[in-house]
């Protein structure tokens, strides 16, 4: 009854790193999107994915990159991490009955 | 353009009584519509959701949401709360025949159910 897991649950970077959020989910679902929640925001989409190899960009997408390589992965990469980069981040797949369905978050900061 | 309003950040109320967070939305055509709630320090629960039919939708946890199409509102209701329901709670629309699975959210309600 995995879902939709994400890795690392928190993690703290430096300015400048680069690093890659995980992202898995076990229901053969084609669409995958990757949001930020920060307080006061709701929830941004920052890109989304309809199926292997097609990716496209969300609201925020400056900073990430993703790719989709296969139907249940679907990484998300931060390429320089920067102080505005710090919030939480959420994966999320949807199949064809229209519910979208949630990981449990990975609190990232940027130092 | 597609987009909610969700006009109180905070609602608080007594166990036992009723209660209804508020949700508008804004899109082109015919929504499709959903409520989903955040306890702390976890993801997003889906709680119910609208795609055609009956006005009232009932979900998870004795909730249930009532669409109308003329006030283009969608809000969420309980006749009991608990003190288990405080927590973060949003609404989130997508437009039919937009891209699966692109949702756009409202800022969050916090509900507050004080004993």
Redesign the interface.
Same mark, same amino acid.
């Given at each position: 009854n995995a879902g939709v897991t994400q890795t690392p649950k928190f993690q703290v970077l430096k300015t400048g790193q680069s690093m890659t959020l995980q992202c898995a989910q076990d229901m053969n679902h084609e669409y995958m999107s990757w949001y930020r929640q920060d307080p006061g925001m709701g929830l941004r989409l920052i890109h989304y994915s309809v199926g292997a190899g097609i990716t496209d960009q969300g609201e925020v997408p400056n900073g990430y990159n993703v790719s989709r390589s296969t139907t249940e992965d679907f990484p998300l990469r931060l390429l320089s991490a920067a102080p505005s980069q710090t919030s939480v981040y959420f994966c999320a797949s949807g199949g064809r009955k229209n519910t979208i369905y949630f990981g449990e978050g990975s609190w990232l900061t940027v130092v | 353009a597609q987009s909610?309003a969700q006009p109180e950040?905070q609602v608080n109320v007594a166990e036992g009584n009723p209660l209804t967070v508020k949700c508008t939305y804004s899109v082109s055509g015919n929504p499709?519509l959903?409520w989903?709630v955040q306890y702390p320090?976890?993801?997003?629960?889906?709680l119910l959701?609208y795609?055609t039919g009956d006005n009232l939708v009932k979900g998870s946890y004795g909730f249930e949401a009532e669409f109308n199409k003329s006030q283009t509102s969608f809000h969420l209701k309980k006749p009991s709360a608990l003190v288990s329901d405080s927590a973060l709670y949003?609404c989130a629309v997508?437009a039919r025949g937009s891209?699966? /699975? =692109?949702?756009y959210? /409202? =800022?969050?309600t916090q509900l507050t159910v004080w004993p």
């Amino acid at each position: 009854n995995a879902g939709v897991t994400q890795t690392p649950k928190f993690q703290v970077l430096k300015t400048g790193q680069s690093m890659t959020l995980q992202c898995a989910q076990d229901m053969n679902h084609e669409y995958m999107s990757w949001y930020r929640q920060d307080p006061g925001m709701g929830l941004r989409l920052i890109h989304y994915s309809v199926g292997a190899g097609i990716t496209d960009q969300g609201e925020v997408p400056n900073g990430y990159n993703v790719s989709r390589s296969t139907t249940e992965d679907f990484p998300l990469r931060l390429l320089s991490a920067a102080p505005s980069q710090t919030s939480v981040y959420f994966c999320a797949s949807g199949g064809r009955k229209n519910t979208i369905y949630f990981g449990e978050g990975s609190w990232l900061t940027v130092v | 353009a597609q987009s909610v309003a969700q006009p109180e950040d905070q609602v608080n109320v007594a166990e036992g009584n009723p209660l209804t967070v508020k949700c508008t939305y804004s899109v082109s055509g015919n929504p499709y519509l959903f409520w989903y709630v955040q306890y702390p320090n976890r993801g997003l629960q889906f709680l119910l959701k609208y795609i055609t039919g009956d006005n009232l939708v009932k979900g998870s946890y004795g909730f249930e949401a009532e669409f109308n199409k003329s006030q283009t509102s969608f809000h969420l209701k309980k006749p009991s709360a608990l003190v288990s329901d405080s927590a973060l709670y949003f609404c989130a629309v997508r437009a039919r025949g937009s891209t699966l /699975g =692109r949702l756009y959210f /409202g =800022r969050g309600t916090q509900l507050t159910v004080w004993p």
